[in-house]
Structures are given as C-alpha cells and as structure tokens.
C-alpha cells in the first residue's frame, strides 16, 4: 500500500493580529499544525489533524473551516471546560510578526493543553487503521509545554514509529507558550531549550529557522545539526527571504528563494512551507539529487511567499494552480 496521508499534531489557535492602522485587531484561524493541515488539503494531500478545541464559537469557526477543506476531524477533542487559544500579535513594518501574549481565560489553561492521552487510547484500533495509510507526521514543540499534550505527543510518536511513519517536526520555538503555561513557567530557559532538544531527536526530517539553529544548537550549519541529533534527520534551516541552508539525503547546499514586494503578513509562511515540501516529496517521492531538492525547496518557499501576501494564515494558502503559474512567472 502506497502511504500517501499526513498527521498533524498540536495547537489550533486564533491569531489576534494587529491591523495596520494599530487601531484594532483582527482575528484569523490558526495554530502551525491546524495551518500544516489545511494547506495540504489545498494542495490536495490528505491530512488529518489531532489536537483539543474549546467548545465554543471559535471552536466551531475552526470544524467549519477544517470540514470546508475536508481535513479529517476525527481525532479531534472538544473542552467543555477550557477555551481555544487566542494569541495576540503584533506586526512590525515589514509585516513581521511576534507574539506578545495570550487573550486572558477564565482558567488557567487552554483547551491545546489538554490533549488527551486516554481519549487516544479508546481510539487505538482507529488510530491504527489510520497510521498504516499515513506518510508523515508533523508536529512542533510547543506541544511539551503542557504535561498533558506532551504525554499525548509522545504515545502518538511511538505509534507512529510502528508502522515506520516519518517524523518531520518543525522547531517552532514559541517561549511565550511556555511562559504562560501553569507548568512550564516555572522551568527554566536552559531547561526548555534541553527538554525540546531531546524531543527533537525524534525527527526524520527538521525544519527550523536560522536564529533557532543558533539557540539549539549553536550552528546556523544544517550538517553539524543533523550529526547532533540520534537519528541524523535531514535538516532545513529558512531564514526569512534570505536563501535556505539544507542537509537532505546525504547532500548539502543552499537554495535562493523569490521574493516579493508585496509581504502585507509573514504570519503561517513557514507552515504553507511545511506543507509544500511535504506535497512534493509525496506527490514526487524523496528527492535523490540536488536538483530534485532545489526543485522541492523552490516550491515549498513560493507556497511560504504566496501566503504572505495577504492578511492571516489559512485563507492566503496557495493550491498548485497559483504555485505553479507563479514559478512559471519566475522562468518566464
């Protein structure tokens, strides 16, 4: 059987991004792994997403969303009790995002937090069905600031190593996660920066940005990376609109990326970048030399430069047309 579907794992959120005018915000749906999941679909890859909603209306917003795009909903759980996650962001001039913090709850913990290992467990035998389909799973780390999404990830890696699915994990380093967490404010940097460390040793294939390589690992190289890890993943380190360094099947090199005039928001272009490359390695297969690597390297960063070209994450993801017809612009 050809495996041909994708797992993603972790956090469906609201981004609160700050308009233009600084006079208010405006909310768009998001989360890395629920965004990995909804640009695959677009790109007409099978995905299905795991992970905890809140029972109210932005929990609803996302179902919408994701049933829209036919991602599969099946392993979803909904909190009665706590609420989806509402990050607020602010945006520097150049559309460049950072994160200052969460919308209050009226608990102390988000519904993402609470991702359940033993509602997993009932699901086993589906669970099952499903990983022998799957190809991939991608995941981030912001999943281990939580006890309960962490025991979650790891029961779900371990699944998943069974039936030989690949582990790709995009770093992600989110600190204000673990800052407002009731259980990871209280470790410390040197301590979070060892546990995801450890956790990255998990991974077939790394994606992680430039300034992430240097707190890691203290390498911006994607070659000196792999060889610290267990498993010596293929590692791809981005850097903005600057060129991406990787280290992929046993080859090295850099790649130059298009760039626009036109970035109005950067938010969720790493994960349009995600999902692109992970289309291309299933509708193409693993890239064997360094022109198929540049060619899968150069369509996932035109999915990551489409989405910024408009407002949020999952409404400006590309399908294959716009790609497409962009790079044939770029040869033209």
Not at 252 to 271: F, M, N, R, V
Request: aromatic share 10%; with cysteine.
């Amino acid at each position: 059987m050809k495996k041909t579907s994708v797992v993603c794992i972790g956090e469906a959120l609201i981004d609160r991004i700050r308009n233009k005018s600084n006079q208010g915000f405006t909310d768009f749906l998001g989360g890395a792994p629920a965004n990995v999941a909804c640009a695959l679909r677009k790109l007409k890859i099978d995905s299905i997403f795991i992970g905890r909603l809140g029972s109210d209306d932005f929990g609803k917003k996302f179902i919408t969303k994701f049933n829209e795009l036919e991602v599969v909903l099946d392993f979803l759980q909904l909190d009665n009790d706590l609420s989806t996650r509402v990050v607020n962001v602010d945006r520097d001039q150049f559309g460049d995002r950072f994160f200052s913090g969460f919308e209050p709850s009226s608990n102390s913990r988000f519904a993402d937090e609470a991702l359940s290992k033993k509602l997993m467990e009932k699901e086993l035998p589906n669970l099952e069905k499903i990983f022998i389909e799957t190809k991939y799973l991608v995941t981030g780390t912001n999943v281990l600031s939580s006890p309960a999404s962490a025991e979650t990830i790891f029961f779900l890696l371990e699944l998943a190593n069974k039936f030989e699915v690949k582990i790709i994990i995009d770093l992600n380093w989110r600190e204000v996660f673990w800052d407002y967490s009731r259980f990871s404010s209280e470790i410390s940097k040197k301590e979070r920066i060892n546990l995801i460390k450890k956790f990255l040793n998990h991974s077939h294939v790394l994606k992680l940005a430039k300034e992430e390589g240097t707190l890691f690992f203290e390498h911006e190289n994607p070659l000196l990376i792999s060889q610290q890890m267990s498993k010596k993943p293929d590692v791809i380190i981005t850097d903005g609109k600057n060129p991406v360094e990787w280290y992929i099947n046993g080859l090295q090199g850099t790649t130059l990326i298009p760039d626009s005039q036109k970035i109005i928001d950067t938010t969720g272009a790493g994960d349009a970048f995600v999902a692109g490359l992970i289309s291309k390695l299933i509708s193409t297969g693993y890239p064997l030399n360094k022109l198929e690597i540049e060619d899968c390297l150069k369509f996932a960063s035109v999915c990551g430069l489409l989405t910024c070209l408009g407002e949020g994450a999952i409404d400006q993801q590309p399908d294959y047309e716009k790609v497409n017809k962009f790079l044939g612009s770029l040869i033209s």
